[in-house]
């Protein structure tokens, strides 16, 4: 088999990407996926859409994102189920009030409409919330949630008609080169013929970074999500509530609730079976800020996979040290709503164009660099 350009992963960034370079005219666009499209991380994600950011770059690629998603039924033809009820972070100490004064003005800046609120208005927002000891909230009314499935079997769908392959159950086995350049990528199918790779792995993106002698750093990371019975009177405007100093967070899924919140306790790896163990400090969080939730069942759950950089920010570029081996990977817990924009930035890299936004601070090689670049509104 030959290719113009392979990409490894078939979640949403992957069939993003795809589906950005078919409809851009790209011939030969091969997507090589392990198992079936939005089976790893993606099917996980809580599906959260935001421009709610601290860093700049964050802020644009979440912003743009929102349009795409806006309009992905008219450029797609699927329904993603998007329900733009807003982001709510609830703030509880002076510090995250600072910071988060800092990101609303910055986010402002760039057209985003956030801002900071007082505890009584996010209570009539999210009512589930109890606001002792509340300072603040940030509030941004364009942000929401969608679903990820959705999203990548639109963009799967959409690709093929411009004429991309998807290539499902296919494991890449390794990646070809001729000294610097790609010659091709072997799979558990046979081997394509291609002087471009595109590495969107997720979590597993480290080790395809090394089939071509690049280094990603990403590492995988259990994260837990659980789903409750039919909350009776649900706002149907119920905003995507986080507590950031908990970063206990949820949104309505169904008639019921979404529920998750980060673990201190899990350690890095591929573990995605569910436990009790992050429970107790669940309901804690449950106990202070949200106590409505603690009466309510849970139906059911499950768990995925974070994919850690070092400074919880992306990788997207294009490697140094080998000819085309393009990247976007490393996103932290914000891929999904990060696709529709990257998705544009990887296919005007591979074309040598201009993206619209100047993605170099999130190289690779800033690490090396020491040149890291943090994101503070992380769930």
Not at 26 to 46: H, Y
Not at 202 to 212: D, H
Request: charged residues 20%; aromatic residues 6%.
């Amino acid at each position: 088999m030959q290719a113009g350009v392979v990409i490894v992963g078939g979640g949403v960034i992957g069939t993003s990407i795809a589906w950005h370079l078919a409809r851009a005219g790209v011939r030969d666009v091969v997507l090589v996926e392990r198992d079936e499209p939005a089976a790893g991380s993606t099917s996980k994600a809580a599906g959260g859409v935001r421009a709610q950011f601290s860093d700049e770059l964050n802020i644009q690629l979440g912003a743009r994102s929102l349009e795409a998603f806006a309009r992905f039924e008219q450029d797609t033809g699927h329904d993603i189920g998007l329900r733009r009820v807003g982001y709510l972070f609830l703030l509880s100490t002076p510090e995250d009030v600072t910071s988060f004064e800092a990101g609303v003005r910055l986010q402002n800046s760039l057209g985003v409409p956030s801002r900071i609120i007082a505890p009584e208005e996010a209570r009539r927002l999210s009512p589930l919330i109890s606001t002792d000891g509340l300072l603040a909230a940030a509030w941004s009314p364009d942000d929401g949630h969608c679903t990820p499935e959705a999203v990548v079997h639109g963009y799967v769908l959409a690709a093929r008609a411009h004429g991309a392959r998807i290539l499902r159950h296919t494991e890449v086995t390794g990646i070809e080169r001729h000294g610097d350049t790609i010659t091709a990528v072997t799979t558990s199918l046979g081997r394509i013929a291609t002087g471009t790779v595109i590495c969107a792995a997720g979590a597993w993106s480290r080790a395809v970074g090394a089939m071509a002698g690049v280094d990603l750093p990403v590492q995988p990371l259990r994260r837990q999500i659980a789903v409750t019975e039919a909350v009776p009177g649900l706002p149907p405007t119920l905003p995507m509530t986080i507590d950031f100093t908990t970063s206990l967070y949820f949104h309505a899924e169904g008639p019921g609730l979404l529920v998750g919140m980060s673990d201190p306790d899990e350690t890095p790896g591929f573990a995605t079976d569910t436990h009790d163990r992050w429970i107790p400090r669940l309901t804690e969080a449950m106990e202070r800020r949200a106590p409505a939730l603690l009466d309510l069942r849970r139906t059911g759950g499950w768990a995925g996979l974070y994919e850690n950089t070092p400074d919880h920010n992306a990788l997207i570029g294009e490697a140094s040290s080998v000819s085309r081996f393009l990247y976007a990977t490393g996103f932290s817990g914000h891929g999904f709503l990060q696709a529709p924009a990257v998705g544009e930035v990887i296919r005007d890299l591979y074309l040598g164009r201009t993206p619209f936004l100047d993605v170099r601070p999130l190289s690779a090689d800033r690490f090396a660099a020491d040149a890291p670049r943090p994101e503070g509104n992380l769930v």
